[in-house]
T-cell receptor, first 111, second 117 residues
Framework: GQNIDQPTEMTATEGAIVQINCTYQ??????LFWYQQHAGEAPTFLSY????GLEEKGRFSSFLSRSKGYSYLLLKELQMKDSASYLC????????????FGTGTKLQVIP | DTAVSQTPKYLVTQMGNDKSIKCEQN?????MYWYKQDSKKFLKIMFS???????INETVPNRFSPKSPDKAHLNLHINSLELGDSAVYFC????????????????FGPGTRLLVL
C-alpha cells in the first residue's frame, strides 16, 4: 500500500518563499506529482518527478529524494493567487500504475 | 475547447434515489478515472478504465457502477444514494504510454457536487 503525509495547513506572506513537504511510503514507486487545487475547482498539474533532484518551472520547483521517500514543492515570489491546496500524489510501479493522492496542504498567502 | 467535461455540475437529490454522472474527454486519452473528494478534501480513486476495460476498482460499494461506452466517455451510476455519498466527484483522463511517464499526467474535469438529503 501507500502512505502519503503532508502538513494540513500553511500560511506565508506575499512575496516570500514557501516550502511544502511531502513524505511517502510505498511498496513500489514510479513517480511523484504535485497538483494545485483552488477552492471549488479541479486539481491542475504542477510538476512531476521520477528521478532524484530538483525540477524548476518558473516560480515553482519540485524536489525528490527516493531514498528518503521525500519531496517538496517550493514556491517563490508568492502571489495572492497562490492561495490554494497543494496535493502530493505518488504513482505505484507495475502493471497499471495507480496514483494515490495525499490529503493536501492548504496554503494561505497573506499580504 | 473543454478537455474533460462532466455533467451535471451540481446534483441535489433525496436519499434512496438513483443518479448518473457523465464524463467526456476530447484529449484522445485512453485511460479515464473517477475520484471522490470528501468534505476533508481527500481525493480518493474509485475506478479507472483503460480502453474501455476496468483496471482499477477500489473498495467502493457495489451501488456505484461505472460504464465506459468508448474511450472518450466514462459514466458513473449510483443506486440507492446515501447521505455519505455527498461529495465532489471528479473525472480525470490520461494517456498511458510505454514512453515518458510525464505523458501520463492526469487532467481533471470540473467536478460534480453531489448533495444527498
Amino acid at each position: 500500500g501507500q502512505n502519503i503525509d503532508q502538513p494540513t495547513e500553511m500560511t506565508a506572506t506575499e512575496g516570500a518563499i514557501v516550502q511544502i513537504n511531502c513524505t511517502y511510503q510505498t511498496s513500489g514507486f514510479n513517480g511523484l506529482f504535485w497538483y494545485q487545487q483552488h477552492a471549488g475547482e479541479a486539481p491542475t498539474f504542477l510538476s512531476y518527478n521520477v528521478l532524484d533532484g530538483l525540477e524548476e518551472k518558473g516560480r515553482f520547483s519540485s524536489f525528490l529524494s527516493r531514498s528518503k521517500g521525500y519531496s517538496y514543492l517550493l514556491l517563490k515570489e508568492l502571489q495572492m493567487k497562490d492561495s490554494a491546496s497543494y496535493l502530493c500524489a505518488v504513482r505505484s510501479s507495475g502493471g497499471y500504475q495507480k496514483v494515490t493522492f495525499g490529503t493536501g496542504t492548504k496554503l494561505q498567502v497573506i499580504p | 475547447d473543454t478537455a474533460v467535461s462532466q455533467t451535471p455540475k451540481y446534483l441535489v437529490t433525496q436519499m434512496g434515489n438513483d443518479k448518473s454522472i457523465k464524463c467526456e474527454q476530447n484529449l484522445g486519452h485512453d485511460t479515464m478515472y473517477w475520484y471522490k473528494q470528501d468534505s476533508k478534501k481527500f481525493l480518493k480513486i474509485m475506478f479507472s478504465y483503460n480502453n474501455k476495460e476496468l483496471i482499477i476498482n477500489e473498495t467502493v460499494p457495489n451501488r456505484f457502477s461505472p460504464k465506459s461506452p468508448d474511450k472518450a466517455h466514462l459514466n458513473l451510476h449510483i443506486n440507492s444514494l446515501e447521505l455519505g455519498d455527498s461529495a465532489v466527484y471528479f473525472c480525470a483522463s490520461s494517456r498511458t504510454s510505454g514512453g515518458a511517464p510525464r505523458q501520463e499526467t492526469q487532467y481533471f474535469g470540473p467536478g460534480t457536487r453531489l448533495l444527498v438529503l
